[in-house]
């Protein structure tokens, strides 16, 4: 195994310092609003947007497999090397 190049390490340092900050964040805006109640409108706009967000996400992962399997994707990479079929 290969060490790690310095732009590598660059990448890394900043991607956990992101990490650390986000978590920094939430944790003070999550402590913020410890207060606050939310009403029935809040819960039924945080239950449909949690819905149709996991709905977006599932079809579109589903489209992408479908279509990877479905050999759609074949003709945009023109790098793979395509198998040969004997009739």
């Known amino acids: 195994m ?3 190049s310095t732009g590598q390490v660059i ?4 991607l956990g310092a992101v990490l650390i900050l986000t978590a920094v ?3 003070s805006v999550w402590g913020a609003s410890a207060g606050v109640e939310m009403g029935k409108h809040g819960w039924i ?3 449909l947007g949690t ?3 996991l709905l ?6 589903a489209l992408m497999f479908f279509s990877s399997r ?5 003709a945009a990479d ?3 090397q395509r198998e040969r079929r004997d009739p």
């Open 2 to 4: 290969r060490g790690l």
């Open 51 to 53: 819905f149709f967000s």
């Open 70 to 74: 479905s050999g759609h994707d074949d």
């Open 45 to 47: 706009a945080l239950g």
């Open 78 to 80: 023109p790098f793979r």
């Open 56 to 61: 977006i996400g599932c079809g579109l992962m």
């Open 25 to 27: 964040w939430g944790a």
């Open 11 to 14: 990448l890394l340092v900043v």
